[in-house]
């Protein structure tokens, strides 16, 4: 069973700005908590696909390779960009409140799959084993998954009722916050090789 440090660790990743939680505050911003919960499922499931092959199969994917481990960091860096550029392009007010879907469960999920937290979580926190082995720890980093993501949901839904915040000024600040975060991804990668 995960003990209290796992837990811990766990939350201060998944409570650190990022990607992530930037498309979850937006488009809790943009449509409200209650319409944005399925974009928790885009986030879970993006997490699990990355940490749970990691933490069971391959926890020596990355060792004595960081030609590949820059790649992958590149890769997170041009989708950070494009999410960066993209919600940049949601200038007008109107254009924010009726889009439908500025933010989707498949972008939350692609990002998510990038997010260099993923990594971190299934090679160094999650314990390594068969998948009946860290069972429990899987079940609760996904219950932990589930409570900060709702927390970022919870503050886009408020940050979205003020009236002081403009959807296209939440637009801007999120689009600011990931192409500062892409710039970091990439200078990283390229101390990497």
Not at 44 to 61: E, H, Q, R
Not at 112 to 133: E, F, Q, R, S, Y
Not at 148 to 165: H, I, K, N, V
Request: hydrophobic content about 55%.
């Amino acid at each position: 069973m995960p003990d209290s440090f796992f837990a811990f660790a766990i939350l201060a990743l998944l409570l650190t700005p990022g990607p992530t939680n930037t498309l979850l505050t937006v488009g809790a911003a943009a449509r409200g908590l209650r319409a944005s919960l399925p974009l928790l499922l885009g986030e879970i499931l993006g997490y699990l696909v990355v940490v749970v092959p990691l933490a069971t199969i391959a926890t020596s994917l990355l060792e004595g390779r960081p030609a590949l481990a820059a790649g992958l960091r590149l890769l997170a860096a041009c989708w950070v960009l494009f999410l960066a550029i993209r919600l940049w392009r949601v200038s007008s007010v109107e254009k924010a409140r009726s889009s439908s879907a500025p933010v989707t469960v498949g972008q939350v999920f692609l990002t998510t799959l990038l997010n260099p937290k993923a990594p971190i979580i299934g090679l160094v926190i999650m314990p390594h084993g068969a998948l009946v082995d860290i069972a429990p720890a899987l079940g609760l980093f996904s219950l932990l998954v589930l409570c900060a993501g709702t927390g970022f949901l919870t503050l886009g839904s408020l940050a979205g009722r003020t009236p002081l915040l403009s959807p296209r000024l939440i637009y801007r600040i999120a689009a600011f916050c990931l192409a500062a975060f892409s710039i970091g991804l990439a200078g990283s990668a390229s101390g990497m090789i």
